[in-house]
């Protein structure tokens, strides 16, 4: 079985930076990293309902570097990380709604006190299946 990494525009500097990739796909599952609400310069946005809003975005982003038929259809698997989960929860349901409205994937949601960005006030790292 093979492993290979992916990027999407706008994440190499970060990838080479932290020496990590935004997603790894072995066999036909593919892993993300923790995606964050930033914007496509690579920018952590200050507000956190949007800083959900672009994760969400940036983790089909990183799914498609892997496959273009990925999406969140595709999702299996959610793990968040949150600043502030009595903040941003009502946020991350709202776009489960959104992104995942004909299904419903396992979800682990755990409230930290930093992230490896600074500003960044959410985190979601998902795992999808490539079905043939």
């Keep these: 079985m093979s492993i290979s990494v992916h990027n999407y525009a706008g994440t190499e500097e970060k990838s080479k930076a932290f020496h990590y ?14 995606q964050g609400g930033w914007d496509d310069s690579g920018d952590v946005v200050p507000d956190l309902k949007k800083q959900v809003e672009l994760a969400f975005l940036n983790v089909e ?13 595709s ?17 991350v349901i709202e776009n489960f709604r959104k992104f995942t409205p004909d299904r ?9 006190r930093k992230l490896g960005i600074e500003g960044m006030q959410v985190e979601i790292e998902v795992e999808a299946l490539i079905e043939s």
């Design 21 to 34: 990739s935004q997603a790894v796909k072995v066999g036909n599952i593919v892993k993300t990293s923790g």
């Design 61 to 73: 982003k990183a799914l498609k570097a892997v496959d273009p038929s990925l999406s969140w259809k």
């Design 75 to 91: 999702v299996y698997a959610v793990r968040s990380f949150h600043i502030s989960l009595d903040e941003s929860a009502d946020y």
């Design 104 to 112: 419903r994937p396992v979800f682990t949601c755990v409230e930290i």
